[in-house]
């Protein structure tokens, strides 16, 4: 069966922006559900990543917890990309990103309720899964709020830079991997923020600093991402 | 002269280095000419190409 | 505002013909340049109190560091020019400069290892300047990837424009970023070679060499963009005689 194509380019009365882009999260939430394997993929990988660590390094809890903020921070990163490279990949080939674009609805609106989408899909499970995996790497449970503070608010950069990626790289033959070459040095500032909030975090010590630094990044993420993601998709879509 | 070579130790370090910088500068000249020499080549053949294309029709 | 004169000097004939003349005007002050600062550097130039000879890296790895950064900016703004204007020449000056800038951000690394050997004991320091190279480097290399990897040529220069804008944008970020990593974990800044308290018998050539790298990228730069413009004009009478 076909995904269910777009009816905003046809619908009268015109559908009001917001309205288009809640069609547009509904549709990708609902057809993500459809495949509830390729949902868990990206936690499952976050998991095994994590879960490697100490298999590689040492089973002593006080050294994991040295380093478990580069280790959850640079997995979750990992993980996320995982679904990135299908962000905008499978629209495009059955031709819904084209409507998209011809459907009058400012595309960098509905290209963020696509990482919207992605966002509820990925980055905030890799987020609530964070801490049980801080558990396997000897973090005390009083830094659980504030590692899912930093990494809920990493995560949403984290799918932003993904998105400019993502429209980057359509027109590329296999572009998976030039996608991450392209997204990781974009997400080192949320890496070192995000790190070093979990690493405060674990200390106990107060995580405001790196919270507000990780909240500038997704504020600026969140206007300036999407405009670049629709130029890119534009472009692609040529 | 031997002394200006040995530069107190940091032989090993500087002269490295300085051959690196050297080799960079020079290996970017010599591509960016072997590119346009490439570039005009091939723009000799389109032309011919065409030429030969526009003849014939 | 009449813009026709922008775009007419602005066009590939006219810029490709500019660009030869051009060259031998940077190509050969910019080797004066180097060659006098070099031996200045090496020769004149009295050894570091601190360093000793070893400072003297510094005339190598200074432009090296400069251009490259230099030349991802002249790589963004000659992009922005292409995408907002529709410039077929910016795009060119744009990928003209990868492979450059690249080029340099290697150097820049090995010369600032080879810097922090003898000085700090190791060959590599995650000091901020060098992390934040290294960071550029994968910028240049995500920018070439992006522009082989579209096969259409005015859609790889469009793409690889958004990502240098994107890139640009981002690098205060990162380098702020990385900065406030490396105050944090209280690591020493090492690279810093402070300039203005730098005497002028030692700062001499290091003005030199800059300048002098400086011209040099404008001269290679111009070789590589006449390559450049010859492979966006498709057919064009133009080309017979600039050929000729």
Redesign the interface.
Known sequence: MSAPTLIVATTLPRVGVLAACAQVLRRDLRLAVRRPTQLIQPLAFFAVVTLLFPLGYTPELGKLRAIAPGVLWVAALLASMLTLDSLFREDATDGTLEQFVVSGQPLVALLAAKTLAHWLLTGLPLTLMAPILGIALGVPTAAMPGILFALGLGSITLSLIGAMGAGLTLGVRRGGVLLSLLTLPLAVPVLVFGARATELAIAGDSLTGPLYLLGALAVLGVTLAPLAAAAAVRIGLE | MSE?LA????A???W???A??LL??V???V???R??A???L???R??AI?EEESQQS | MNWTWFHRLASPPHIYGIAGTLTPWFAWPAGML?VTALYAG??LAP?DYQQ???F??IY??AP?AWLSVMVYGVMATAAAVGLIWRMKVAHAVAASCA??GA??T??SL??GM??G??MWGTYWVWDPRLTAQLILLFLFFGYMGLRAGIDDLGRADRASAVLAIIGVINIPIIRYSVEWWNSIHQAPSVMKMDRPSMPMDMLLPLLMMLLGFTL?FAA?LL??L???I??R???AGW??EA?R
Do not use: C, Q
């Open positions: 200006f530069m107190d130790g940091y090993m370090f500087l490295p280095a300085y690196v910088t960079a500068l290996a970017n000249i591509i960016a000419r590119a346009h490439a570039a005009r091939e723009a000799r389109r032309l065409e | 180097i090496l020769v050894p000793g000879e070893g003297r890296i190598v790895h090296s492979g450059i080029w340099f290697v150097v090995i010369t080879l810097w050997k003898p040099y290679v070789v590589r006449r390559a450049e010859l492979r004009e498709r057919s080309l017979k050929l």
